[in-house]
């Protein structure tokens, strides 16, 4: 097991550059996943780390040694693939041991690491089959079992559920993190999906464009992004993103959404906000979760006002709702039993102790 | 709940048609057997002949009677043929040209295949239609330079290649080691490339990559190259025509046509007898190696 680190990255395909020099520090027994939207250069980056594509700049190290010019086979790692790509000619268990008998391993050995693998992904009945006789779910768990009989000091994941119909994913997604905390091994897992990066990593890397956007633990992520992309990308549904102005009355200052409707910046932020006065390019980002119905009680931060609903979508534990706001359409979480209506009017609580405050010019959070 | 009446549809009255999908395959079939037996006859006819005449004693050939009717069979052409040095002969020079071409093709054609769908190097794709383009120049157009270089070398080696069987290993890999590469390149190209790149990270080196991994998966591939290089090489006529001439260097083909017929005799029942012997051991080969060439490999490699 070792720690990852990448220094100044860089992959260009030709004239594309498809990863702009990235910095990276993964420690041991760490779970990093990669995220962004396709493109972004997340599997670029993965493929670099396992050495199946050149690196045009930078460095790649892997247990403090660097590994640029290292051949795959010689960096000590094992990679799960998008469609499993198990030998349709090797049953479960020549699929888990290829590794093992290339490097001469005694067979006694093989045995025990196979049967261990198989123990922990609970695959001991299939060992004798083909791939063509597995389901999706069981030829990904053979994936695994091959990745994990090897020993590596990094298992690498390329959008390994991606394949998998939506429920199944699910109960894989739990399948990876139990195989993490019994094996430990430090685990770099590429995916698009934000759910996945969220409910897997010890950090989550955000990347887009060919640079790393943030990296932080989940709870960073989602409650202090760095910027709009990362902001608008992790959560579901995506955070609000109102334009706005801001409007300082003597010590207190002001959201102003519209002619009509502004709302006081809680006095704990305000001190944050304060120079941005007189910037014309600003954005109010406000979760779903921070639009709720408004209660009796208005908590301090909180705000009331009035919208006339859209559409509303209830989702069993909670309602969707969807109204204009300042030019844009905004969404709200609100109890099943508010009395949300497609077209009527409702009164909803802001709550601005939750706000994020978007420079629009630089896309980064103030 | 309350029983809701679903309004019926308009015609519901008619009686469906059910089994009208069963009528339309019933009639595939009718069809797809008819035009099947038509074919079948149109290219079963000329061995039917050749096996009726080979039946038949040189008399009974050329006598006017129904030539579809054998009316005193005889294996004296089998006979004959079977126990002449010289048939047996051709036959053995035959059989060493096609296992030897046949084996030097797949060593060259399978790691070319391999290079140019895999490796990807300065002008790898110029190299690969380069192959295929080379196997689209007629044979009719290569022996001559072919014997003019063969003289040329002879000049300057003192190494005779003409009226030698073995120059026919040379010149055969002409046609046969193109189209084989072409024919796995495609194969190779439809092997994922996770699959190599699963191999790579797994420790395997090119070369085991290649045995232990695309040989395996890509087998139907092989065989389908392994049976045309076979067929080429067995049935090839103009090079040996032009390449060989003493009777013991000669293969099958060229060896039936210039020893059985004489002047202007044609010893008709024993040409028939030869190129229906010379016919059987493509069929065999054929017949062990369709359930191979069918056979789906690559199921399961990937999501299918």
């Known amino acids: ?366 | 709940m309350a029983n809701v009446a679903i309004p019926a549809p308009a015609g519901a009255g008619r009686k469906p048609r059910y089994g009208s999908m069963s009528r339309d395959r019933k009639w595939a079939l009718r069809w797809s057997y008819f035009f099947l037996v038509l074919f079948a006859l149109f290219f079963l006819l000329p061995p039917i002949y050749m096996l009726i005449t080979s039946l038949k004693t040189s008399a009974e050939i050329s006598a006017a009677t129904n030539p579809w009717w054998v009316y005193n069979p005889t294996l004296e052409n089998y006979v004959g043929l079977l126990t002449s040095n010289q048939y047996l002969t051709f036959f053995r020079n035959s059989a060493l040209v096609s296992v030897f071409v046949v084996t030097i093709t797949m060593l060259i054609s399978i790691p070319a295949a391999f290079a140019l769908s895999r490796m990807k190097f300065w002008g790898s794709a110029a190299l690969a239609t380069g192959v295929f383009l080379t196997y689209l120049i007629p044979e009719t157009l290569l022996f001559l330079p072919l014997f003019k270089m063969f003289a040329v070398f002879n000049e300057w080696t003192g190494i005779q290649l003409i009226n030698r069987w073995w120059v026919l290993l040379v010149v055969y890999p002409t046609l046969t080691v193109p189209f084989c590469t072409w024919i796995m390149i495609g194969y190779f190209a439809s092997i994922p490339k996770e699959l190599d790149e699963a191999a790579l990270i797994d420790g395997a080196s090119w070369t085991q990559t290649l045995t232990k991994i695309f040989i395996p998966v890509a087998l139907p591939g092989l065989i389908a190259a392994t049976i045309f290089a076979f067929t080429v090489s067995w049935a090839q006529f103009l090079y040996p025509l032009a390449f060989t001439t003493s009777s013991d260097q000669l293969v099958l083909p060229v060896g039936i046509i210039t020893t059985l017929i004489k002047g202007d005799v044609f010893n008709w029942g024993q040409i028939m007898t030869g190129a229906l012997l010379g016919a059987a051991p493509p069929l065999i080969i054929y017949a062990f190696l369709m359930d191979y060439y069918i056979a789906g490999l690559t199921a399961g490699a990937t999501k299918g």
């Not at chain 1, 700049?57 to 799960?80: E, F, S, T, Y």
């Not at chain 1, 030829?139 to 009989?149: D, F, K, L």
């Open chain 1, 1 to 366: 097991m070792a720690e990852v680190r990448l220094r100044k990255v860089v992959k260009f395909y030709d004239e594309v550059e498809a990863v702009r020099g990235i910095d990276l520090d993964i420690a041991d027994h760490e779970f990093v996943v990669l995220v962004g939207p396709s493109g972004c250069g997340k599997s670029t980056t993965l493929r670099m780390i396992a050495g199946l594509e050149d690196i045009t700049g930078g460095d790649v190290l892997i247990g403090g040694d660097v590994v640029n010019d290292v051949p795959p086979k010689d960096r000590d790692i094992a990679m799960v693939f998008q469609n499993y790509a198990l030998y349709p000619h090797m049953t479960v268990e020549q699929n888990m041991s290829f590794g093992l008998r290339l490097k001469r391993y005694p067979k006694a050995e093989i045995r025990k690491r196979v049967d261990e693998a198989a123990r922990i992904l609970d695959i001991r009945d299939l060992l004798s089959r083909k791939p063509k006789q597995l389901s999706g779910g069981q030829r990904q768990r053979v994936a695994m079992g091959r990745a994990i009989v090897r020993n590596p000091k990094v298992f690498l994941f390329d959008e390994p559920l991606s394949n998998l119909d939506a429920k199944l994913r699910v109960q894989m997604r739990t399948e990876i993190k139990k195989v993490h905390q019994q094996v430990r091994t430090t685990t770099i897992y590429v995916t698009h999906d934000q759910v996945e990066a969220m409910t897997l990593a010890d950090r989550v890397v955000v990347m887009n464009g060919g640079v790393i956007e943030q990296v932080g633990t989940p709870h960073q992520l989602y409650h202090s992004p760095a910027t709009r992309f990362v902001a608008g990308f992790i959560g579901s549904p995506a955070m609000n993103f109102i334009p706005c102005q801001m409007e300082e009355a003597g010590s207190n200052l002001s959201v102003r959404l519209t002619e009509g409707l502004s709302f006081p910046v809680p006095p704990q932020r305000a001190d944050r906000y304060r120079r941005h006065t007189r910037n014309g390019n600003l954005l109010l980002g406000l979760r779903p979760e921070h639009i709720t119905e408004a209660g009796h009680h208005i908590q301090p931060g909180e705000v009331p006002f009035e919208a006339r609903l859209d559409v509303t979508e209830p989702m069993g534990m909670e309602t969707l709702v969807y109204f204009p706001l300042s030019g844009t359409q905004v969404c709200g979480r609100v109890n099943p039993n508010a009395g949300a209506k497609d077209g009527a009017p409702l009164r909803l609580a802001a709550d601005l102790n939750n706000m994020h405050l978007i420079d629009e010019a630089t896309g980064r959070v103030i």
